[in-house]
């Protein structure tokens, strides 16, 4: 973990770094796990953001729904899994995964996870502690952020597909604004290790999926494109790009972010190029994010006229839970499903709203397709 302090909003500074131990390799980044059934789910839980003024009973068979109903083998947290709160209130909330039917759970972290009253190493040193968690960190290591880490999901001896979850950490380190802060050069250099290593251990390039919790750039540019209608290519700057398919919606307000301009996502600084990466490298095949909680608008987006017929699917995920701001019947969780050979099966959304008695019947969901085809 290398970072530089900077405040949150006013609260906590981070931790600051120490050099490398030369004991750390690639394979200390990896939890594995074996393929169940014909296929796993993983379900996307972003932005739970429980606080003091949450009722934590309500919003704990609340995820237990989500997550009995979607039948996930594995949940990823994708930031903000509290705004301001204790370390009651974060552990209640890794109690109820750990009490779930999950097989296992891992966590990104988003800007807020670490403004509570506790030491910000807190969340990490929680989470690491149940045994379902399959989140790792090295808190000396030289990629930048907290917990970054890979979940290699295995059959027959070989890598099916891997999860990635980055850290897409908080601000902007360049100074005290509102600006946010994106997935640094030498985390993108790691994750073409790492994706790499997976390369040489299967003798072929293995598809992946990536969790983080502040948006791209690219999420921007697939959405000025499937608004304009643009089929094929452009090569216009202000929407760089071709979008295969789309779906959902953006509810964010307008503001703006200089070199990207008006627009509807909480983006970081700059397109720090991790995009660009990840599809040179022709591995990663959807990118799930949380952070701007009234979008969940999903794109099939390629940057590179070469990679037409090889998108990545870009999506929100739906916020899971009541926490902060949402959009009203826009609440739930992202389910994607992975095949026996490793390729995404399929992507849905799982929509549910909050029932008063706490008690939820199969009518409360609502199933959707995210693509007819990825």
Known sequence: MRSSIKLAFGLLPLLCACAQPASIGLDDYVSEIPFQGETMKVIQLADTHWTFGSDLDEEAAYLNALIKESGADIAILTGDQILGGNKRIYTRLLDTLQESPLSYFALAWGNHDEQGLFDPDFPTNLALSYDKCLNIDHPNDDVFGRSNFVIDITKGGKIVHELYVLDSNKLD???????YDVIH???????????NRAKDINGAIVPSSAFFHIVLWQYEYAYRLAMKGIEGYSADPSHPGGVIDYSGEMHEEIWEIPGLGETRTYAGYEDSGFFDKAEELGSTKAMFVGHDHKNDFCALYYGSKEKEDDPIALCYGLKSGQGLTYQAGHLGAN?????SDGAIASLKRLYLDY????????????????????
Do not use: C, K
Request: glycine fraction near 4%; charged fraction near 30%.
């Open 355 to 374: 029932q008063e008695d706490n008690v939820y019947e199969s009518n409360d969901f609502t199933w959707e397709d995210i693509f007819d085809a990825i």
């Open 335 to 339: 389910v994607m499903e992975i095949g």
């Open 173 to 179: 380190p360049h100074g005290f604004s509102l600006a």
């Open 185 to 195: 050069e030498d985390q993108i250099e790691w994750y073409e290790r790492m994706v």
